[in-house]
């Protein structure tokens, strides 16, 4: 019983970490590991207000595929500049 309790628990946590991942992750952590600054902090702190006043989230992908495509369909796709700035870091 123990054991099954930590395994639910675990895997609890896993789906959280999971939904939070994917639904409040801006495009640029998405599309590059190890790049990060405030501004993603700004993009999560706004889903999470949307989602929050609206009991929706604003863009809810399934995976990191779906994501991107949700939130290019909202605010369309970035330039091939931008691509490359954060492309090169």
């Keep these: ?3 099954s309790n930590h395994i ?3 895997t ?3 789906i959280d970490r999971q939904y939070f991942i994917n639904r409040y992750r801006p495009p ?3 599309i590059c590991e190890g790049y990060y600054n405030y501004k993603m902090d700004i993009w999560g702190a706004g889903c999470v207000l949307f ?3 609206t ?3 604003i863009f809810p992908g399934s995976n990191e595929i779906d994501q991107l495509h949700r939130i ?3 605010i369309g796709s970035p330039s091939k500049l931008t ?3 954060i492309m090169m870091g």
Excluded: A
């Design 1 to 3: 019983m123990i054991l």
């Design 8 to 10: 639910h628990s675990f």
């Design 12 to 14: 609890h946590s896993l």
């Design 28 to 30: 640029e952590c998405l």
């Design 51 to 53: 989602e929050m006043l």
């Design 55 to 57: 009991k929706n989230p």
């Design 72 to 74: 290019h369909l909202v």
């Design 83 to 85: 691509l490359q700035k």
